[in-house]
């Protein structure tokens, strides 16, 4: 039995195990693939607990459909965010015993008024909650204060606007990662130079997701080669052809640099430019194991990515986010930052199995 004399239930239970909610609904109900070890896991935290199954818990909780508005940004097959809707759907999946349903409202996320008319859809939905990232803070700042007026809780995923009153965050620490980053791409002597590459977003600048990463490259940066040079370089993610001109204009006039960097989770397009111009004493860095970036990792173009298990994090996200919903508790932390790891070439191959 719990310390505080509250019944446990399996979300306790999941917790403790260290596993996914689903996971211990398949080894209750003997169901399902799960490895010995989650099955050793789940029983023992079932027995630590006290848990018991309550044949009602399900009858109990269908009397009510919960809905989570999933506000996300607009992707393709392949990108972060598509990754992040299919951990969501997963997560939700999960939780169809206990009603919990997502719903997703894709907005532009180069255009603020795409973001304003999606969230006002949100709204006029009435969802139970929401989960949404903050690409654009004002906004996303305004949007929160209407949520907490109306009562309806949210959550933040990837990325978070801090002082508001979201009941939890899942997703990376920004800033660590991209002091991680930093010093990843200075492990070879002394950096005189580097080169920051950065994608052109919305025309009015309200976008940039990837701020707090960039700042916690920054500052390392600073910190331990105060008289290093960071060059900023601008590229259009949309032409491959205005990519490549603009990476031989820029290291035809600075040959001297040798450190490249990309802070969000692209820098798989710089794999042309890399692939056509290889140097030995060259290291790039990157973040996020989309697909594109892994093979650019195998192929040698780019030599560490910092990331997560993207779609691991969205599940999770679902899961303790519906426990709030659900069941009424709180998160025993509402800042969760999932680990982050290093890739390269030579422990690739098995990270997503």
């Keep these: 039995m719990k310390a505080d004399n509250s019944v446990p239930t399996v979300f306790d239970v999941a917790r403790e195990a260290g596993v996914s909610r689903g996971t211990v609904d398949r080894v209750i109900h003997n169901r399902g693939r799960v490895s010995e070890d989650a099955v050793s896991r789940v029983k023992d935290a079932i027995a630590r607990l006290g848990y018991t199954v ?24 392949g990108e972060y965010w598509s990754l992040i809707s299919k951990g969501l759907q997963e997560g939700a999946k999960s939780l169809q015993g206990y009603n919990v349903s997502v719903q997703l409202y894709l907005y532009n996320s180069t255009d603020i008024d795409s973001f304003r008319v999606q969230s ?77 590459i950065r994608i052109t977003r919305d025309k009015g600048s309200h976008a940039d997701p990837n701020g707090p990463r960039r700042e916690g490259f920054m500052d390392f940066i600073g910190e331990h080669f105060p008289d290093c040079t960071i060059h900023t ?49 060259r290291i790039t ?29 969205a599940r999770l996200a679902i899961t303790s986010f519906s426990e709030v919903l659900v069941w009424k508790r ?16 030579y422990n690739l191959d098995d990270y997503n199995d």
């Design 120 to 196: 006002a859809r949100v709204l006029e939905d009435r969802p139970s909650g929401v989960i949404l990232n903050a690409v654009f803070r004002e906004a996303v700042t305004a949007f929160s204060e209407v949520l907490d007026g109306a009562g309806i809780p949210y959550a933040f995923i990837d990325n978070k606007v801090d002082g508001l009153g979201n009941v939890l965050y899942y997703g990376i620490d920004p800033y660590r990662s991209g002091y991680l980053g930093a010093y990843l791409l200075t492990l070879k002597g002394d950096v005189r130079d580097v080169a920051l």
């Design 285 to 313: 860095i990157g973040f996020d194991d989309l697909e594109k970036n892994m093979e650019a990792l195998r192929a040698g173009y780019i030599d560490f990515l910092v990331t997560h298990h993207i779609e691991q994090q």
């Design 54 to 77: 309550n044949p009602n818990a399900m009858l109990l909780a269908s009397r009510k459909a919960y809905t989570i508005a999933c506000l996300i940004p607009q992707f393709r097959p």
């Design 330 to 345: 709180k998160p025993v932390r509402r800042n969760c930052y999932v680990h982050l790891d290093i890739l390269n070439r």
């Design 233 to 281: 370089v601008f590229i259009r993610p949309d032409s491959p052809a205005d990519i490549l001109s603009t990476l031989e204009h820029f290291f035809g006039t600075h040959p001297e640099v040798r450190h490249l960097a990309m802070t969000n989770s692209r820098v798989h397009l710089l794999s042309e430019y890399l692939r056509l111009h290889p140097s030995e004493d």
